[in-house]
C-alpha cells in the first residue's frame, strides 16, 4: 500500500529557508497517472495548496507563494522535496505531502502523509 | 484566483442527514472533492468525481454538484463523522492550480 512520509526541522529561523521532504514508498513516484503535492494547514486554521510536481519535474505553484516556493523531485530516491524561502512566522503550520490524481473533470488528493509541524521563530 | 465558500459549521442529530456545500465558480467546470479531517490527523478523500468513494469509505457519504454548488450529504450522521470537511477542486484560473475551501465543522448531536 502506497505510503507518504514527511521529514525535515521542525523549527526554522525567520528568513531562512523551510526544507522538508517527502518519501514515497510502496508504489513509484515516476508513475504517469499522478503528480505529486504539498499542502499546508496553519494551527486552528484551513487548507492551503503550495504547489505540485510531476515526475518529469513539471511543477504548479500557488500564485500567492510562488516568489517564494520551489518543489522539486528525485526519481531515484523515490522522493520529492518543498523549499519555502524567507519564512515568516506566517508559515509556521502543519506540511502534508499528497498524491495528486488529475483527470478531465476532477482533481484529488488521494493519499496523504500524516504531516508535519514547522515552527518559524528564532 | 478561484475561491471555494464553505458554511463555517453545520449540525447534525444522531441518524440524520446533512448536507455541506461548497460554492465557487471552478465548480461550474471541474468536480469537488471533499476531504474529512479529524483533530490531530491528516485529511482523508472521502468523495472526488462528484459522486464516487474510495475504498473503506461508507455508503453514506455522497456527493452532487449543481451549477457553481457542489454538496457533499451524510445519510444517517454517525457519532465518529464529527470532523472537518474541506472541498477542493482545480482552480478554473490555470492549469494544474488547486484551491481548497475554507471547510465546515460538522457536530453531531
Known amino acids: 500500500q502506497l505510503q507518504l512520509q514527511e521529514s525535515g526541522p521542525g523549527l526554522v529561523k525567520p528568513s531562512e529557508t523551510l526544507s522538508l521532504t517527502c518519501t514515497v514508498s510502496?508504489?513509484?513516484?515516476?508513475?504517469?497517472?499522478?503528480?505529486w503535492g504539498w499542502i499546508r494547514q496553519p494551527p486552528g486554521k484551513g487548507l492551503e495548496w503550495i504547489g505540485s510536481?510531476?515526475?518529469?519535474?513539471?511543477?504548479y505553484y500557488n500564485p500567492s507563494l510562488k516568489s517564494r516556493v520551489t518543489i522539486s523531485v528525485d526519481t531515484s530516491k523515490n522522493q520529492f522535496s518543498l523549499k519555502l524561502s524567507s519564512v515568516t512566522a506566517a508559515d509556521t503550520a502543519f506540511y502534508y505531502c499528497a498524491r495528486v490524481v488529475l483527470m478531465l473533470s476532477y482533481d484529488a488528493f488521494d493519499i496523504w502523509g500524516q504531516g508535519t509541524m514547522v515552527t518559524v521563530s528564532s | 484566483s478561484s475561491e471555494l465558500t464553505q458554511d463555517p459549521a453545520v449540525s447534525v442529530a444522531l441518524g440524520q442527514t446533512v448536507r455541506i456545500t461548497c460554492q465557487g465558480d471552478s465548480l461550474r467546470t471541474y468536480y469537488a472533492s471533499w476531504y474529512q479531517q479529524k483533530p490531530g490527523q491528516a485529511p482523508v478523500l472521502v468523495i472526488y468525481?462528484?459522486?464516487n468513494r474510495p475504498s473503506g469509505i461508507p455508503d453514506r457519504f455522497s456527493g452532487s454538484s449543481s451549477g457553481n454548488t457542489a454538496s457533499l450529504t451524510i445519510t444517517g450522521a454517525q457519532a465518529e463523522d464529527e470532523a472537518d470537511y474541506y472541498c477542493n477542486s482545480r482552480d478554473s484560473n490555470g492549469d494544474h492550480l488547486e484551491v481548497f475551501g475554507g471547510g465546515t465543522k460538522l457536530t453531531v448531536l
Open positions: 468525481a462528484k459522486n
Open positions: 510502496g508504489g513509484s513516484i515516476s508513475s504517469s497517472t499522478y503528480y
Open positions: 510536481i510531476y515526475y518529469s519535474g513539471s511543477t
